[in-house]
């Protein structure tokens, strides 16, 4: 086998099979496996996937989830069950064009140096200047708090060699990053951009709420300043009220200001507060991923598998 493609898809009906289709043409004299990822849909896009393999048991594999566990257990999922002597990271929804797999595997087939290929977003028409500040906020955010390198605009569609594969299923985190571990892992990575073509059909479920969610996974998972940022926090603010403290008492005692500083105190009694919620709160988080991991639970549960060697419908 010399290419697994590995493709996520959240009620993609309309789309999975003309992403076939795509792939078939470009992909016609080379020896594949598509391994869709059925995450949770509530359209027919596991009708469909059936209807795909029946078509082609030679190409077209399907795992479906019993719910929807995100795209990071779909990606992992994924790379458990390939194969090939490549793998390759596709998303579903048509945007991610199929033509870029063969230039992917040219640079890899040519220069034994390079373990990954890592396809880099051009600028989007269809993102808006809000979500594109938000996009460039993120990267440099991420880069300042991580110790390892985050590519801008670096997407998931990417192509690599087995060692990655195996390197990135040997982390059987819970909690999940996945543009975080591709960094985290190493290997020497080419970027190449790409064009992103417009969504055609069906709805991203990408939306402003989701991407901030993902942010936060991202700086939690592959960050502990965060923690010693609350720490010094903290300490500042202790430093800041035994200073407040003083020059309140030196007004009250020399100059009978008891009403204003009973406002001062009130605002510094909020102030405080809101630091203590804050550093709670941070404190809460990296707790909150902690008890995930610790309970140990499966990262993504199979509802049906088809197409496998070891097929099973639990």
Excluded at 123 to 132: A, N, W
Excluded at 157 to 170: D, L
Excluded at 188 to 213: I, L, Q
């Amino acid at each position: 086998m010399n290419l697994s493609i590995i493709i996520p898809c959240k009620n993609e009906e309309e789309n999975v099979k003309g992403l076939y289709e795509s792939i078939s043409k470009v992909l016609n004299k080379v020896k594949y496996e598509i391994i869709y990822i059925d995450d949770g849909s509530t359209d027919n896009t596991l009708k469909n996937l059936r209807k795909l393999h029946q078509d082609d048991v030679l190409h077209v594999k399907y795992i479906s989830f019993s719910r929807n566990f995100k795209k990071e257990a779909a990606m992992y999922a994924g790379l458990t069950h390939a194969t090939g002597k490549y793998t390759c990271i596709l998303d579903g929804d048509l945007q991610q064009n199929p033509k870029y797999l063969l230039d992917m595997m040219e640079i890899l087939d040519n220069d034994e140096d390079i373990d990954e290929v890592a396809m880099v977003m051009k600028d989007r028409k269809v993102d808006s200047g809000f979500m594109k500040f938000c996009k460039k906020c993120f990267y440099g955010l991420m880069n300042k708090l991580s110790d390892v390198h985050f590519e801008d605009a670096a997407s998931d569609f990417r192509m690599f060699r087995t060692n990655v594969r195996e390197a990135i299923i040997s982390l059987t985190e819970k909690n999940r990053f996945t543009k975080g571990i591709f960094s985290w892992v190493g290997f020497n990575v080419k970027y190449v951009p790409y064009e992103v073509e417009p969504r055609t059909s069906g709805k991203s479920s990408f939306n402003f709420k989701n991407s901030v969610a993902y942010a936060f996974d991202g700086i939690f998972a592959f960050s502990a300043k965060p923690l010693r940022f609350a720490l010094k926090l903290g300490v500042l603010s202790l430093v800041a009220f035994f200073i407040y403290l003083i020059v309140l008492l030196v007004q009250l005692i020399g100059f009978d200001l008891e009403w204003s500083a009973v406002y001062a105190l009130i605002l510094l009694v909020l102030l405080m507060g809101g630091l203590l919620f804050i550093t709670i709160g941070v404190l809460g988080e990296y707790i909150a991923r902690i008890t995930t991991e610790v309970k140990e639970r499966p990262v993504y549960i199979v509802k049906e598998k088809v197409g496998f060697k070891e097929q099973s419908i639990l």
